[in-house]
């Protein structure tokens, strides 16, 4: 099976590959996917005060495709705003990386990941709001 | 026909020197998948496509004589290694052929006796299709699930086997795992219980001593480019003394005694049955040259790296097969990874379902786990300079992919991954 050249670069020099700390305040985590299927992403962001996005990591257990979708997915929200993250959809990373119908969900589980660590940082920032 | 014995080569097999860079082409490392021919095979095969090109059916003339004396030849060289009598060995474009015909050939032509057919779960999937196939037609089939070990419990099999039954059909080698079934003693109790024994040996013939005469074996099915020799042919034992009979499935000439109508390829005929001669000949030693090699991947295998486990019994395997798990680490992601080496993954994630390796299922490994398995095949042309190059290029890989993987992170945490709530997808 043929992966497409960003699949493989991406592969070959993953972006933004690590982990932030879990239980820091201006951090978010997203863990997403499952074991039994094959793939499970970890995504982290680290914000800012004014809710910019300045620093993404990934841990990625999965195929080729599932590899180089999050780590496109940290190099697309880092500098962004958390609204401005959200808007990332799994079909702009699909056709970014020319993924074939059967990696797609590859692509669904990047931006779940986002969405998950955008929803973490959210709470965490709203439980310290309320104390 | 001098160059014969000077030839034992493939173009792979001095390219990998651990101190080089990058092989030129991959490190074969699929030997359950296909096997290359051996070109001592090729060599006595090259004179029947050209000068020697008589139709071996053909009575009136020296083109056909010379054609029929070699087709029978290579049938007596393929009786020969499994014990049998040339007459009952048959010619068929491959085991995914004679897996059909003896089994659909059986069932159809003893059907108003007995209906039934006990088989495996981790059968190939030309017999788990073809026993599918016949539940259609209205026959009885029982899949009989594996112990942990990927073997066969003959105390399960013993209660499965009925009057009705008509056909057992266990296949000798397991293609992912490698592990040999107890034949023998499945052909007592076949035997004992008045059902006939097919056994698909595609993996085994070559690999281990096979005697259709001390297993019991009624019909067992051959393939060519599994053991050196060429695709598209393979051949099926059909037993005489008692006589087993088969409904054909191609009609035609009558040849191979009406069983498999067609004008049987000759140069075909002739390399199956020189890769069996050859296998015959070199077994003893090559067995013991693949277990040391095979040995001495795994071991390196396992000081280097943690967590990786083996599917399937170690006792009772193949020589040339290793199949592992890799744990934390999911197995595409790690053949993209060594693409320095040609292996299987135990994962079907290139497939549209998700789904991972029946047969490791079968033999209880969870999910997750199945995701992370490699098959690794050892063969005639393997070196030990390219085994070191796997370990070598395996634990880079393994290591980095680790490295990377959340689930590793998670382990060295101590977080029990069954503890999580996944979202399952």
């Avoid at chain 1, 820091?24 to 914000?47: F, N």
């Avoid at chain 2, 013939?205 to 005697?211: A, F, H, M, N």
Wanted: aromatic content about 6%; overall charge neutral; proline content about 4%.
């Amino acid at each position: 099976m043929a992966y497409s050249e960003k699949v493989i670069d991406h592969y070959n020099n993953p972006r933004n590959v690590g982990s932030l700390d879990k239980g820091a305040e201006d951090v978010g985590t997203g863990l997403v996917g499952a074991p039994a299927c094959g793939d499970v992403m970890k995504l982290q962001i680290r914000v800012s005060a004014d809710g910019i996005i300045q620093d993404a990591k990934f841990k990625t257990f999965g195929c080729g495709s599932a590899i180089a979708s999050s780590s496109l997915a940290t190099e697309w929200i880092k500098g962004k705003s958390l609204n401005d993250a959200e808007t990332i959809k799994n079909t702009m990373i699909a056709q970014h990386l020319a993924l074939p119908p059967v990696k797609i969900h590859c692509s669904v589980l990047a931006e779940d990941a986002i969405k998950a660590a955008i929803a973490d940082y959210r709470a965490k920032a709203t439980a310290k709001a309320a104390e | 026909m001098s160059m014969q014995a000077s030839v034992r080569e493939t173009p792979e097999r001095k390219d990998a020197a651990p101190g080089r860079n990058r092989p030129e082409r991959p490190i074969y490392l699929d030997y359950q998948a296909t096997t290359p021919m051996d070109r001592r095979v090729l060599d006595v095969m090259i004179p029947y496509f050209t000068e020697k090109f008589g139709n071996p059916h053909s009575r009136s003339h020296a083109y056909g004589w010379e054609a029929e004396e070699a087709v029978e030849k290579a049938r007596a060289q393929i009786a020969h290694i499994i014990g049998a009598d040339e007459r009952e060995v048959i010619f068929t474009s491959g085991a995914t052929e004679s897996n059909n015909l003896a089994i659909k050939g059986v069932a159809q032509f003893y059907k108003d006796k007995r209906n039934h057919i006990v088989t495996l779960v981790t059968e190939h999937k030309c017999v788990l299709d073809t026993c599918r196939h016949l539940q259609e037609e209205g026959f009885a089939v029982t899949y009989l699930p594996v112990k942990q070990d990927g073997l066969v419990d003959l105390a399960e099999l013993e209660r499965a086997i009925t009057e009705k039954t008509v056909l057992v059909s266990i296949m000798a080698v397991n293609n992912e795992i490698g592990v040999v079934q107890p034949l023998a003693e499945i052909g007592k109790l076949c035997r004992k219980k008045g059902a006939y024994f097919h056994t698909d040996c595609a993996q085994a013939v070559g690999k281990i001593p096979l005697d259709v005469e001390a297993m019991n074996i009624d019909l067992m099915s051959i393939s060519g480019h599994k053991l050196y020799g060429p695709k598209g042919i393979g051949a099926l034992y059909v037993r005489r003394r008692p006589r087993i009979r088969l409904q054909a499935m191609i009609n035609g000439g009558g040849q191979e005694r009406g069983m498999r109508s067609g004008t049987l390829p000759t140069p075909l005929c002739v390399g199956l049955g020189e890769a069996c001669a050859i296998a015959e000949r070199e077994m003893p030693e090559e067995a013991k040259r693949l277990t040391r090699l095979r040995d001495r991947f795994h071991g390196a295998i396992k000081e280097k790296l943690p967590e990786v486990y083996l599917n399937g019994s170690l006792e009772n395997r193949i020589p040339g097969n290793l199949n592992l798990s890799f744990a934390y680490v999911e197995g595409e992601s790690l053949i993209l990874g060594i693409n320095d080496l040609s292996v299987s993954s135990g994962s079907a994630c290139t497939s549209a379902s998700l789904e991972p390796s029946y047969v490791l299922r079968a033999l209880g490994v969870d999910e997750a786990m199945a995701h992370t398995s490699l098959r690794i095949g050892f063969g005639r042309f393997t070196t030990e300079d390219e085994v070191d190059y796997a370990v070598k290029d395996i634990v880079e890989h393994v290591t980095k992919l680790r490295d990377m993987s959340p689930l590793w992170e998670m382990f060295q945490d101590g977080v029990d991954l069954k503890s999580i709530k996944w979202a399952a997808h």
